[in-house]
């Protein structure tokens, strides 16, 4: 991706059309979906392992990326609420109130 992808400070609104919008919107919710899911199956396999089994995996270049992987799509919360509040001003809908 290009390095005006990832400047926040550059994107404004009108950068995409609210068709645009609404599919990347789409595609992150089908993601997010998607990483929930895989995470609830993770936890659920792990209850699985005995503790020896359990130590064996969690000492593995694959479970040191998982974990990685995990504090990333943590600091994209905040993108993703950022970018949702630009979606609801391009759709002119009023904010959800909470």
């Not at 990832?6 to 994107?11: G, K, N, Q, Y």
């Not at 799509?73 to 970018?83: K, P, T």
């Amino acid at each position: 991706m290009t390095d005006e992808l990832h400047s926040r400070e550059e994107f404004t609104p009108g950068d995409l059309t609210p068709v645009q919008a609404r599919l990347a919107y789409s595609i992150i919710e089908t993601l997010l979906a998607h990483a929930r899911a895989a995470n609830d199956m993770i936890a659920l396999m792990a209850q699985a392992f005995d503790q020896e089994t359990l130590s064996a995996l969690t000492n593995t270049p694959y479970w040191l990326a998982y974990l990685e992987s995990k504090r990333a799509m943590e600091r994209a919360r905040q993108e993703i609420e950022e970018f949702t509040e630009i979606m609801i001003r391009l759709s002119g809908e009023p904010p959800a109130t909470q």
